[in-house]
T-cell receptor
Framework: ELKVEQNPLFLSMQEGKNYTIYCNYSTTSDRLYWYRQDPGKSLESLFVLLSNGAVKQEGRLMASLDTKARLSTLHITAAVHDLSATYFCAVGLTGEYGNKLVFGAGTILRVKS | DAGITQSPRHKVTETGTPVTLRCHQTENHRYMYWYRQDPGHGLRLIHYSYGVKDTDKGEVSDGYSVSRSKTEDFLLTLESATSSQTSVYFC??????????????FGPGTRLLVL
């Protein structure tokens, strides 16, 4: 059974600081997804990582994937208040009938000004 | 938003009653999914569909059934609702991203409270 673990589960940080969210998973996969969710809202797709060594960046967020270590990271650079949200990683299991996702529990990020 | 709507958006029901949630998409996507979201668990897959009348179970399918008689509609039914099914339910579709790769895109969610 695939398990996906995120840490930390809660992160409070000051504006301008850097931090990293970690996503570990237990079974081989080369598809890793990051989503953002604002309170009471749906999930927004941030990054799709499809191969070992993949790195994607958008604004102050950068995601990477190490399939050998079964680890993905979401790095936050110079945090701003607007980044406050819950961030989920999800591992893709590709089968004959589509791509199923297994989610981590989520990391609640609060950026304090 | 990938053209996904869910109805109802909020529902309060009583234990033992049947409940049907509807997911509607307008862009002819083949793959559709139902997830539930609970604190501390992230999202968990209930059922998914890979075409009209083609469905399969996810990791938390007990107590739920689905149907897909048309490409655009994917229905989730709680045959006899229980308090443990109080949750937020999200529908999703698979689609290509403009920046590359395929991702799942989520509907606005349905908040279900079973009393």
């Amino acid at each position: 059974e695939l398990k996906v673990e995120q840490n930390p589960l809660f992160l409070s940080m000051q504006e301008g600081k850097n931090y990293t969210i970690y996503c570990n998973y237990s079974t081989t996969s080369d598809r890793l997804y990051w989503y953002r969710q604002d309170p009471g809202k749906s999930l927004e797709s941030l990054f799709v990582l499809l191969s070992n060594g993949a790195v994607k960046q958008e604004g102050r967020l950068m995601a990477s994937l190490d399939t050998k270590a079964r680890l993905s990271t979401l790095h936050i650079t110079a945090a701003v208040h607007d980044l406050s949200a819950t961030y989920f990683c999800a591992v893709g299991l590709t089968g004959e009938y589509g791509n199923k996702l297994v989610f981590g529990a989520g990391t609640i990020l609060r950026v304090k000004s | 938003d990938a053209g996904i709507t869910q109805s109802p958006r909020h529902k309060v029901t009583e234990t033992g009653t049947p409940v049907t949630l509807r997911c509607h998409q307008t862009e002819n996507h083949r793959y559709m999914y139902w997830y539930r979201q609970d604190p501390g668990h992230g999202l968990r897959l209930i059922h998914y569909s890979y075409g009209v009348k083609d469905t399969d179970k996810g990791e938390v399918s007990d107590g739920y059934s689905v149907s897909r008689s048309k490409t655009e509609d994917f229905l989730l039914t709680l045959e006899s609702a229980t308090s443990s099914q109080t949750s937020v339910y999200f529908c999703a579709i698979s689609a290509f991203r403009a920046s590359g790769g395929v991702a799942q895109y989520f509907g606005p969610g349905t908040r279900l409270l079973v009393l």
